[in-house]
């Protein structure tokens, strides 16, 4: 794997909370599902930007002091460190294959040599089925 090529991936940071709207804004009840993807893309680094693991669910000011309420109850620090465990333990992948793409779901698999990950990302309120073969 060339790590030159490794690309930062997100759902916030400063600027985009800032001009763009936070993340759950900008991608409502599927913003956990988004974080997954920014994981396991081909080449991710991910970022977790500061106080996404509370959640921080406010527009940022861009030219003033925004202060981190860090007594707030970590509602996503459970989630975001068993995304960054798994990382660990993967390589970062170089290759991805869409298996199933629709409004509904999205699910691919992300490679490199012989190890892999399935992600499925459920854009669903409810659960949904979903069958495939090897």
């Known amino acids: 794997l060339d790590?030159?090529?490794?690309?930062l991936y997100f759902t916030s940071?400063?600027?985009?909370?800032?001009?763009n709207g936070t993340e759950f804004e900008k991608y409502g009840r599927y913003?956990?599902?988004?974080?997954?993807?920014?994981?396991?893309?081909?080449?991710?680094v991910p970022l977790i930007y500061s106080g996404q693991e509370i959640p921080n669910e406010n527009r940022l000011s861009f030219f003033e002091k925004d202060v981190i309420d860090w007594n707030k109850l970590w509602h996503l620090f459970d989630?975001?460190?068993?995304?960054?465990?798994l990382r660990k333990l993967l390589p970062i992948f170089s290759k991805i294959e869409f298996i199933h793409t629709e409004k509904k779901a999205i699910s691919f698999k992300a490679h490199?040599?012989?190890?892999?990950?399935?992600?499925?990302?459920n854009f669903e309120v409810d659960k949904i089925n979903y069958e495939f073969t090897s």
Do not use: R
């Not at 790590?3 to 690309?7: F, P």
């Not at 940071?13 to 001009?19: L, V």
């Not at 989630?79 to 465990?85: E, P, Q, V």
């Open 79 to 85: 989630f975001y460190k068993t995304l960054c465990a």
């Open 3 to 7: 790590t030159k090529n490794l690309q």
């Open 112 to 121: 490199e040599g012989n190890q892999f990950i399935l992600v499925f990302l």
């Open 31 to 44: 913003a956990k599902a988004m974080s997954v993807f920014t994981f396991f893309y081909p080449y991710a």
């Open 13 to 19: 940071n400063h600027d985009e909370n800032c001009w």
